[in-house]
Structure formats: C-alpha cells, structure tokens
C-alpha cells in the first residue's frame, strides 16, 4: 500500500549537517505518522524522530534534540530528516517509516511500513 524510499545518506565530517529524504508512494500520505529510525553494526534499532500527518506534533530521542529536526511536505509526499552537529555516534543506517497508530510511536512494533534505509557515516 505504502512504498517508501530513504535519499540524502552519506559521509560527513563530526560537526556537519545532512539533510535526510523519504519519498512515500500513494494517496494517503498525510493519514500516517512518520519517524525516522537508526541501526548501527551490532545494535538495536532505535527511534530517532516521529511526526504526526498533519506535522504539528512531534517527538525525538533525547539524543539528538536541539541538533536533528523532523519536518514533512505532505504535498510532496516526503518526510525529511534534517541533521546537524553530527557526531561519530550518529553513524547508522537511517530508516524511515510510517503507521497510522496516534501512540506507540517510540517502538518499532506500530510502524507498518519500511524503507530500505541509508547510511550516514559521520567521521572524526
């Protein structure tokens, strides 16, 4: 129903911005809450940001506030992820995702749809 494709990955020095992109197929776009997700080698995947359809709620990770901000075009049908003062921790393969649940949004368990997600390798 939904297909979603992440763009924007790529290698940046610590302390540099990247800007990140999800591109959903379909009509329905604005029904669905979105967030982005990060998986490093050996790691759990772990919530990174949400945003609700109409993108006026929104949550992050106490690890990344004040530097990463989640933003959406509904007319364009995108998600964005937009990441500044970039840490070698940062470094994961970002994935992007969407569920029609108003809660739960911190657990990987509600989304019902995945990228195919992008690498960010941010270097010191």
């Known amino acids: 129903q939904v297909q979603l494709v992440e763009s924007g990955g790529g290698l940046v020095q610590a302390g540099g911005s990247l800007r990140l992109s999800c591109a959903a197929s379909g009509r329905t776009f604005s029904s669905y809450a979105m967030a982005w997700f990060r998986q490093a080698p050996g790691k759990e995947r772990e919530i990174v940001a949400a945003?609700?359809?109409?993108?006026?709620?929104?949550y992050y990770a106490d690890f990344v506030k004040g530097r990463f901000t989640i933003s959406r075009d509904n007319a364009k049908n995108t998600v964005y992820l937009q990441m500044n003062s970039l840490k070698p921790e940062d470094t994961a393969v970002y994935y992007c995702?969407?569920?029609?649940?108003?809660?739960?949004?911190?657990?990987?368990?509600?989304?019902?749809?995945w990228g195919q997600g992008t690498q960010v390798t941010v270097s010191s």
């Open positions: 945003i609700s359809g109409g993108g006026s709620n929104t």
């Open positions: 995702a969407a569920t029609m649940s108003l809660t739960g949004w911190e657990s990987t368990g509600v989304y019902d749809y």
